[in-house]
């Protein structure tokens, strides 16, 4: 485990499935953390008292992303507990939209307003809370190097943090300051809730990850947390595949 104690983490999507895995690590190797949400109050308030019972600093945010004023409202509570931030982690997004026949122009705007507007002006607005030397991590997924036809738009966004990723590292170098992404795959969460319960889904994807499972929230916090951690001082711009080497190939 690292030592973040004395640092300031924020996660956003963090009351529930990775996001809440990524806050608990993160307390847990020693930082305060924010945890953010958009309306599910009592799980944000549940991950909260799990870290504290664990020994953590925690506090909850609540701010709907995707909609007008989101990262005002983010902010504004942030900035009434902390005056500066050394670990950003954004995680929250909203799921698979379906294939492209059923995407209408309101869902193709809401997708990308969560999962690349937000993302993109909550590090514009955290550059100035950002510390010298500090972690800039985005969520991302292992469905940008396969090809998952019920996923496009979706994909298309995670597409887009990842080339975030990579040019805000070569911007934010000079302070220190480190930008990679990470990519789950298959990982047993709400988001995947209704997926997992058609029989044989969870034994079809399992069969199709290396490593013969699908994912634990705390598998893709326990990379999170090495991103976020001192050892990964000299890693920027990388994209970190967490998804058990899920779709590698045949495994005849
Ligand atoms: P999840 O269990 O559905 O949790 C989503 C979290 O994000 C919740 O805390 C939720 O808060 C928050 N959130 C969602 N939409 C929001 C919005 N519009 N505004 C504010 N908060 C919002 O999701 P997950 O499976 O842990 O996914 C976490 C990340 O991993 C996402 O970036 C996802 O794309 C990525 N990922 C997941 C998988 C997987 O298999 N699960 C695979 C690859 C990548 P509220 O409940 O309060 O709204």
Redesign the pocket.
């Known amino acids: 485990m690292a030592d973040l104690s004395g640092r300031t983490a924020l996660v ?10 990524v806050a608990e690590r993160l307390a847990a190797d020693g930082a305060l953390v924010a945890v ?6 009592a ?2 308030a549940d991950t909260v008292s799990a870290i504290e019972r664990a020994g953590g600093k925690a506090f909850a945010i ?6 007008d004023g ?1 990262v005002d409202t983010l902010f504004a509570a942030f900035g009434d507990r902390c005056a500066g931030l050394d670990i950003l982690v954004n ?5 698979p939209a379906g294939p492209i026949e059923e995407t209408t122009p309101e869902a193709f705007d809401r997708i990308f307003a ?2 690349v507007k ?1 993302p993109f002006f909550i590090l514009q607005r955290a550059l100035p809370l950002l510390r010298d030397g500090g972690r800039v991590i985005t ?5 940008t190097r396969i090809a998952t036809p019920v996923q496009t738009s ?1 994909v298309m966004t ?1 597409a887009a943090v990842e080339v975030m990723g990579r040019t805000l590292a070569n911007a934010l170098g000079a302070r220190q300051i480190t930008v990679n992404t990470v ?10 809730k209704e997926l997992f319960e058609v029989p044989g889904v969870t034994a079809y994807l399992a069969g199709q990850t290396a490593l013969d499972r ?2 634990r ?1 705390a598998d ?1 916090a326990a990379a999170v947390a090495f991103l976020a951690s001192d050892d990964a001082r000299w890693i920027t711009g990388h994209v970190l595949d967490a ?1 058990g080497g899920m779709y590698l190939g045949p495994r005849l």
């Open positions: 956003t999507g963090a009351s529930r499935g990775i996001g809440r895995a953010h949400y958009g309306g599910d109050d799980a944000a609540r701010a709907e992303l995707g909609v989101d995680n929250a997004s909203s799921g969560v999962n937000a969520v991302s997924s292992v469905s979706y995670k990519t789950p795959g298959a990982t047993d969460t709400d988001m995947n699908i994912g929230p893709i998804s």
